[in-house]
């Protein structure tokens, strides 16, 4: 039998590469060669076979995450809590180099700073040195916007997320009077093709911010659904938002993990969409009704 082509990849590149992520149709059969025989089977079967070095051993550690069952381990090694446990040693880590580069800051803080800006410690640092700890408060809003998603009715959800993209633009409001008034004052020394390139550079940096603070949003939300995981898992220490665990151990303690797991799903959608240019304000919206559905079990869960 040939190797299908995916399996030829994932075997040229083991021992190069210390991390592969699968993902799609992780739930379906795949032909595997046993003893010059096709059968198909279950990747759970397939990837530690695939993985195994001459002397059986296993050099790659297996983390599952679907849908249906959330984090599982199919293959009974016990790993789970290691890799999470692993997970909160590099969360650590992080934390303590966004520490060096803005001394001072509160350790837990930092951390959470890191989580909303999506591992980024140059952007972490940006967050909490915003004037005014502007981005600290959206935070602080948009998590208590997520907390009270389970008695909203439909128009507060569109509500919110209307508010909300007005609150994540609302910083940009500065940066554009800024921009306008060093403009207006060299606008008599500047020819009109030097004013253009310049409207055009603002129009650019504006539309990166934006594309910025949205992005800071949703993974914000994918952080407050991971807390969420890890209290519905039994693991509630290793919650990131320390500030809000109350809060995600009254939501989610005995909640479905898998259900949870679908709702983070929901987040990539909707980033991908905004990639699309899709107007923020309906991705938004349609993120925190999915989040509501999934979350706070009042529709479906696919």
């Not at 290793?238 to 303690?253: C, E, P």
């Not at 969409?273 to 999934?294: G, I, K, Q």
């Amino acid at each position: 039998m040939n190797m299908p082509t995916w399996q030829r990849e994932l075997e040229n590149f083991i021992g190069i590469k210390p991390l592969f992520v699968l993902e799609g149709n992780v739930s379906d059969l795949y032909p595997w060669d046993c003893e010059g025989q096709t059968q198909f089977l279950p990747l759970a079967h397939i990837l530690p076979e695939l993985f195994a070095a001459p002397d059986g051993t296993r050099p790659y550690r297996f983390l599952y995450v679907d849908p249906l069952r959330g984090v599982h381990d199919p293959l009974g090694t016990g790993e789970v809590r290691a890799l999470a446990q692993a997970a909160q040693r590099e969360a650590e880590r992080l934390t303590a180099e966004a520490e060096a580069l803005n001394p001072g800051a509160d350790p837990a803080q930092a951390r959470q700073a890191i989580e909303a800006c999506g591992g980024s410690i140059t952007s972490a640092v940006a967050f909490l040195r915003a004037p005014g700890s502007e981005r600290l408060a959206f935070r602080t809003r948009l998590f208590s916007d997520l907390a009270r998603l389970g008695a909203a009715d439909d128009w507060d959800v569109v509500e919110m997320a209307r508010a909300l993209v007005e609150a994540s633009k609302a910083p940009l409001d500065e940066v554009r009077a800024s921009q306008e008034a060093e403009l207006a004052e060299n606008a008599d020394f500047l020819a009109k093709s030097a004013i253009r390139q310049i409207e055009a550079r603002n129009k650019r940096q504006l539309s990166a911010k934006t594309s910025e603070y949205l992005r800071q949003t949703t993974a914000m939300v994918r952080s407050w659904l991971r807390d969420g995981l890890m209290v519905a898992c039994g693991t509630p220490e290793l919650v990131i938002n320390t500030d809000v665990r109350d809060t995600l151990v009254a939501l989610f303690s005995g909640a479905d993990a898998a259900v949870i797991a679908a709702a983070c799903s929901q987040v990539d959608e909707c980033e991908r969409a905004l990639a699309y240019n899709v107007s923020p304000e309906t991705c938004l919206d349609t993120l925190l009704f999915d989040v509501r559905e999934v979350v706070h079990g009042s529709g479906r869960t696919d």
